[in-house]
């Protein structure tokens, strides 16, 4: 099992054209030039779970904080490359997986995301690659899809959805993988986000 670094995938994501925070590595405090509040981040092939190991501080909303979190993180991953990126508005968050089967082949995952993902398990799966018909029932087939549909001011536009998941689906045909996640990715009204990513080869 290979994990590829987060900030490498992040950088072949950005070339696609998938949307992400806008991102800087970090080698010096000074080099971070997006704005407040920020999250620094560990982009290494030794660490899958960066929240557990204290991989990733958010809520970083001066350059004194920014500055002291830096040093801290240095000190615990000593060589890793760091990277900052500007906390991105919450919004509806879903994950998007792919995973290759022995039996099924590649198999696209599709649910509740976040911090609430193990927890919940809202989740279902369908053969990649998928077309229109499928990718809509992939939301219908969640206890939350109402969520979708606007819930207590919470707005998703499905279409931008939909078209997320048929690129995730193109990507899954032309590349390789064991496991991948994009969780959690953040639903907006007029677009989304995908705030973390991992890729296992």
């Known amino acids: 099992m290979t994990v590829?670094?987060?900030l490498e995938f992040k950088s072949t994501l950005d070339?696609?054209?998938f949307k992400q925070p806008k991102?800087?590595?970090?080698?010096?405090?000074e080099d971070y030039r997006g704005k407040f509040p920020a999250v620094l981040k560990v982009s290494s092939e030794k660490i899958t779970h960066k929240t557990e190991l204290g991989a990733v501080v958010g809520e970083i909303k001066t350059?004194?904080?920014?500055k002291e979190v830096f040093k801290t993180m240095k000190s615990k991953f000593p060589g890793e490359t760091l990277y900052a990126e500007e906390m991105a508005k919450k919004g509806v968050e879903v994950i998007i997986g792919l995973i290759k089967d022995q039996q099924f082949g590649k198999l696209m995952l599709f649910g509740v995301g976040g911090f609430y993902s193990e927890l919940i398990?809202?989740?279902t799966f369908k053969k990649v690659?998928?077309?229109r018909y499928d990718a809509e029932d992939l939301l219908d087939e969640l206890k939350f899809g109402r969520l979708f549909d606007g819930y207590r001011g919470m707005k998703v536009n499905k279409e931008v959805l939909v078209d997320l998941l048929?690129?995730?689906?193109?990507?899954?045909a032309?590349?390789?993988f064991s496991q991948i996640d994009f969780n959690p990715v953040f639903l907006y009204e007029d677009g989304y986000l995908i705030i973390d990513a991992k890729l296992i080869l």
Do not use: Q
């Open 166 to 172: 048929l690129k995730v689906s193109d990507f899954s």
């Open 174 to 176: 032309v590349n390789d």
């Open 129 to 131: 690659p998928i077309d």
């Open 63 to 66: 350059i004194e904080n920014f």
């Open 23 to 29: 991102r800087f590595v970090i080698v010096n405090p």
């Open 15 to 17: 070339g696609l054209d």
């Open 121 to 123: 398990r809202d989740v």
């Open 4 to 6: 590829v670094p987060e």
